[in-house]
C-alpha cells in the first residue's frame, strides 16, 4: 500500500511508520521538519504545517491516510479539502478513549454513548476540552471520508519514544528503588497500550480494509496496582515498597495529579478506563506485558511536574504520622 502519514516522524506515528516500512509498504510522511526525520530514512517525507498550507498534498495519493495529529475538527475538515478528490484511500483516525460520556460503566464497548458533540469548536486543547474536540474530529472524519472510516480510540499509550514520559515516570521512579508512593486507590481502573502494538494491529487494520471503531487497551479490569507491580518486577531493586496514599490526602496536601502521572482522582477519567478492547484484540490486536514495555525504557530527564525525592519523602512521613 501507499500510505500517508500525517504526523509520522514522533511517538505512534514514527512506530507505524516503522511497522508499514518493515512490512513493505510505501510510506510518506508529511511533519514540520523538526524532528525525528532522520529516524525514517526510508520514507518519502513532505515539509509543510498542517495548519499552515497543505498544497504539497496536491496531485499525489494513497491507499490510506493515517491521522496521529488531529486535535481539532477543523485540521480534518481541512486536510480532506487540501486532497485530492478520492486522494486519502482509506482514512485512519487516532481518536481516544476521553470520547465517551460518563458515567461509561465497566467494559464498556465502542457503541457506548459519545460526549455530546455539539456547540462551537474549542479554541485550545486542555484536560477539559480535550474528549470534545476528539468527538468533534470523529464526526468531522465520517463526514469527510465517509463510511470507510477508521476511528482508533486508544487509552494512555506507552512505550519508547514517549514525549510524554508519564509512564516513563513510573519506570524511573521504580528502577531507584526504596519506598515509593503509589497514589490513590491500588483497585482504580487505569489501562495501557505500547505504541509498538498499537502501530502494529492499525496497519493490520488497513490491510484487512476493517473500518467503524476501535479501542485500543489493556482488557479490563487492570488497576494501578496491575500497572505499578508490572513495572516494579521489571526494573525494582530488591526491597523496593509501594505505600499506597489515598486521593482525599493528596490532595489536602495540594498534589496535582500532573506530579503523580497517570494517576487521576476525576470520575470522567476513571469511568473510561475500562473499555473493552474484545473488537480489536477480535482483529489482530495483540498486547506485550507491560513489564516488557519497562524494559525498552531508556533514562530521561525528570518530569519537571513530577514529585522531587524531597517531597515524596515529606508526604511518606506525613501519612505515616497521620
Known amino acids: 500500500m501507499r500510505i500517508l502519514i500525517m504526523g509520522g516522524t514522533r511517538f505512534v506515528g514514527l512506530h507505524f511508520a516503522r511497522a508499514a516500512l518493515a512490512a513493505g509498504h510505501d510510506v510518506t510522511v508529511l511533519h514540520r521538519g523538526r524532528s525525528g526525520a532522520d529516524l525514517l530514512p526510508d520514507a518519502t ?19 490510506a491516510t493515517v491521522d496521529v495529529c488531529a486535535y481539532f475538527p477543523r485540521q480534518v475538515r481541512e486536510l480532506a479539502a487540501a486532497l485530492d478528490p478520492g486522494a486519502a484511500g482509506r482514512y485512519l483516525l487516532v481518536s481516544s478513549m476521553s470520547v465517551y460520556d460518563t458515567p461509561a460503566g465497566p467494559a464498556f464497548t465502542e457503541d457506548s454513548p459519545l460526549r455530546p458533540a455539539d456547540g462551537p469548536e474549542p479554541d485550545a486543547v486542555t484536560p477539559a476540552t480535550y474528549g470534545l474536540l476528539k468527538v468533534q474530529c470523529e464526526r468531522a472524519a465520517r463526514e469527510a471520508f465517509g463510511p470507510g472510516t477508521l476511528l482508533v480510540r486508544p487509552t494512555y499509550v506507552i512505550g519508547p519514544h514517549d514525549y ?9 521512579r521504580l528502577a531507584r528503588g526504596g519506598e515509593v508512593l503509589a497514589p490513590g486507590r491500588p483497585d482504580a481502573p487505569v489501562q495501557v497500550v505500547d505504541a509498538r502494538d498499537l502501530a502494529a494491529w492499525m496497519l493490520g487494520l488497513l490491510e484487512q480494509g476493517a473500518s467503524g471503531a476501535y479501542h485500543a487497551a489493556t482488557p479490563p479490569p487492570f488497576t494501578m496496582r496491575d500497572l505499578l507491580d508490572a513495572v516494579a518486577s521489571a526494573v525494582a531493586p530488591a526491597g523496593t515498597t509501594l505505600t499506597w496514599v489515598d486521593d482525599d490526602f493528596l490532595r489536602a496536601a495540594g498534589v496535582p495529579e500532573r506530579a503523580l502521572p497517570l494517576w487521576s482522582a476525576d470520575p470522567r477519567a476513571l469511568a473510561t478506563s475500562t473499555g473493552d478492547p ?9 498486547l506485550r506485558p507491560v513489564a516488557d514495555t519497562a524494559r525498552d525504557i531508556e533514562p530521561f530527564e525528570p518530569l519537571p511536574q513530577a514529585l522531587t525525592p524531597e517531597r515524596e519523602a515529606e508526604l511518606l512521613t506525613a501519612w505515616h504520622r497521620r
Open 45 to 63: 517525507h513532505l515539509i509543510a504545517d498542517r495548519d499552515a498550507d497543505l498544497s504539497v498534498l496536491r496531485d499525489r495519493s494513497w491507499d
Open 164 to 172: 510524554t514520559h508519564r509512564f516513563d515516570h513510573w519506570v524511573q
Open 278 to 286: 474484545a473488537a480489536a484484540v477480535a482483529t489482530g490486536l495483540t
